[in-house]
């Protein structure tokens, strides 16, 4: 053989020991870093990454969920100030839109004073379940629903269609059809309202009703046509796992430091924070009781358990006169769980997506700081009513700042 084979397998040789030593110190490195991350806990970090986010899905029972004038056309109901009885609350007027659609409050502040926090909104058209106690089936019902709360929009029904009719008639019936007829009705009538309005509304004929009752949920209808199109953003957390997976080293703003990902590790793995908290919005879209601790200022607050007979008698819910679905589009709403133990002070996961930004926390804002709210999972305290779902997780002070550390990477 040539000296020149020789020299070739020789150069082989050496090149094949020096990736196995490569192989090798990359494995020793791994098993000496309690915060390098499997090949299986990479997996189950993308699986949490919007690139794992499927398509929004269909709302059958509105049929303009995905029709850009609806879109068009909500956004400008849901930022108008006239849909109040004092003309100046909007829907934004929580849902700020410079702040994930929420408005940093431990409650909101609308005409009154709400008994729960205001919820974000990017992503909100994958929920099965609308509010804090899931008391409406769809968003357009959910939509609807503070327009004639005292607390929050302060209207009736009546007034509601009568201003579409005043404002947005062409560009309600464009899509709609024409408004129903108001002529001789009075300015102010709905089942929800004072009791005149009340009174004005059983002296309508039911014929009228039904019609001014379609009309409400088609502006419903619109608004959740645009609410569907609000989606969270990329943050740190995606692009680092997506560069993970990919198998290249994480740079620039998707590095994290040490103790970020000691974080990760820790929320996809021993803390068990997935349990609840799944999937690429971070929320399984259930309700828990987590043992928070009540609201001063609404104690009784029962959550999920007080909010299963609301979403059933309601008349805009998935099997109401005033969907657009079949009852096979309503699987959700006929095996709701019933109400129980289970779901007393249940409340629903909120989406974990930059939740550094949006302190105070839990329904009604009774956890001021990041810090608070793991600390609150560490000791799992008991639940004021109900059974909490959560045991303590011992974590030490470096556990439970890794977990902030990793929690401030949900943000852009």
Not at 353 to 367: E, L, N, S, T, W
Request: aromatic share 6%.
């Amino acid at each position: 053989m040539s000296s020149t084979s020789n020299s070739s397998r020789r150069c082989i040789g050496r090149a094949a020991a020096q990736v196995a030593l490569a192989s090798l110190a990359a494995w020793l490195l791994a098993a000496c870093d309690p915060s390098a991350l499997s090949r299986e806990e990479i997996e189950v970090a993308k699986s949490l990454t919007l690139s794992a986010l499927p398509p929004v899905p269909p709302d059958p029972t509105n049929r303009v969920a995905d029709e850009p004038r609806a879109a068009a056309f909500g956004a400008t109901l849901f930022f108008d100030p006239a849909l109040s009885i004092n003309g100046e609350v909007s829907c934004g007027t929580c849902h700020k839109i410079d702040r994930q659609f929420q408005d940093d409050l431990p409650r909101g502040h609308a005409i009154g004073i709400t008994p729960r926090r205001t919820m974000p909104l990017a992503g909100v058209a994958y929920n099965s379940w609308q509010f804090w106690d899931g008391r409406r089936d769809s968003l357009w019902a959910q939509a609807i629903t503070p327009l004639e709360d005292i607390r929050e929009h302060g209207g009736n029904r009546l007034f509601h269609v009568r201003l579409i009719a005043e404002r947005y008639r062409e560009r309600y019936e464009s899509l709609f059809g024409p408004l129903p007829d108001l002529a001789g009705l009075p300015d102010h009538a709905g089942p929800l309202g004072t009791l005149a309005e009340k009174a004005a509304w059983r002296a309508i004929p039911p014929d009228r009703q039904e019609a001014i009752n379609t009309a409400f949920a088609n502006i419903g209808k619109a608004m959740a046509a645009f609410e569907r199109t609000l989606l969270p953003a990329e943050t740190r957390f995606d692009r680092h796992v997506t560069a993970l997976a990919s198998g290249k080293e994480p740079a620039g703003d998707a590095a994290f430091s040490e103790l970020e990902s000691e974080g990760l590790k820790l929320f996809i793995g021993s803390a068990g924070c997935t349990n609840c908290h799944n999937g690429p919005l971070l929320t399984d879209g259930q309700f828990h009781n987590t043992g928070v601790p009540a609201d001063p200022a609404n104690p009784e607050d029962r959550g999920r358990a007080g909010a299963v007979r609301q979403v059933i008698s309601d008349p805009f819910n998935c099997l109401g006169p005033y969907s657009d679905g079949s009852e096979a589009d309503c699987d959700e709403l006929e095996f709701m769980v019933p109400a129980g133990e289970a779901l007393e002070r249940a409340f629903k996961t909120p989406s974990l997506r930059g939740v550094a930004d949006r302190a105070p926390f839990m329904h009604a804002g009774q956890i001021l700081t990041l810090e608070d709210a793991v600390d609150h999972y560490n000791r799992a305290p008991d639940a004021p009513s109900g059974q909490s779902e959560i045991q303590p997780l011992d974590l030490t002070d470096r556990g439970r700042a890794a977990l902030v550390a990793f929690l401030k990477t949900l943000g852009p």
